[in-house]
């Protein structure tokens, strides 16, 4: 019971959050199934990383993350920098998707953390452009630069990077990112792994469930399970 109404207070605060800092869309008809999924989410987590006693850490810490660098793990940016990983899920049936993002600086420190959901969408592709944009606007209004956008997403990196005109339905949406990028020459976008990426897809799953949200310092808990098996520091 304990759990469930620290749960019921961590989303009255979510909500109060969205009106002052978000789109104030936020909808508290979804609060019900979107508390049940977190709450069998952080179940699963913690029965994870729990010892054989019953007993683990709440929070994975650093001492959980392997010292070990490995290409396929996500790496901080440059001394200086921070980075802002974004990822979209989209549903090819209803064209429901959802975006996530999470900025980081050089030592793996979260900055930021955002997932957004996208009632329609016309294709993935879309889904993932849409993903960069609203990292970018989450990058750009934390004021950090030097800053890199990455995505898994190849299609999305080459138009962006494009001289060439492209008659892709999410042009526009190109065109948004490719401005925010010539106005801003501290900011750069590159590719990485799928497997690098795992914090903004978990994100990204959270806004196609339907919910928006921003936490700052920090992420879901749902999601802090995928930061220990993600990141290398």
């Known amino acids: 019971m304990r759990v ?8 009255v605060w979510h909500h109060r959050n969205n009106i002052v800092h978000g ?6 008809s979804v609060s019900i199934p979107f508390l049940q999924n977190y709450l069998s989410s952080f179940e699963d987590a913690n029965v994870t990383l729990g010892s054989s006693k019953g007993k683990g850490l709440l929070y994975p810490s650093q001492s959980l993350v ?35 993002a999470v900025i980081r600086d050089d030592q793996g420190s979260i900055i930021r953390s955002s997932w957004k959901f996208h009632p329609y969408c016309e294709s993935a592709e879309e889904a993932e452009a849409k993903a960069c944009l609203e990292g970018l606007h989450q990058l750009l ?7 890199i956008l990455e ?25 948004e990112i490719k401005d925010l990028l010539r106005t801003n020459p501290m900011l750069e976008i590159r590719k990485i792994s799928r497997s690098s990426n795992h914090v903004a897809h ?3 799953k959270l806004g196609k469930s339907g919910d928006v949200g921003i936490l700052c ?17």
């Open 66 to 100: 392997s010292s070990h660098v490995d290409v396929s793990k996500w790496l901080p940016p440059p001394a200086g920098a921070v980075s802002v990983c974004v990822d979209a899920g989209w549903d090819a049936v209803s064209k429901r998707a959802g975006s996530g």
């Open 217 to 233: 310092g920090a992420i879901p808990i749902c999601v802090s399970a995928a930061i220990a098996q993600n990141c290398i520091l």
């Open 4 to 11: 469930k109404l620290m749960f019921l207070f961590w989303r």
């Open 202 to 204: 978990g994100l990204a």
């Open 141 to 147: 209004h934390t004021n950090r630069i030097p800053g």
């Open 151 to 175: 995505t898994d997403c190849q299609r999305v990196v080459q138009t962006v990077i494009s001289e060439n005109f492209d008659r892709s339905p999410s042009w526009s949406i190109y065109l």
């Open 23 to 28: 789109d104030g869309k936020a909808s508290v």
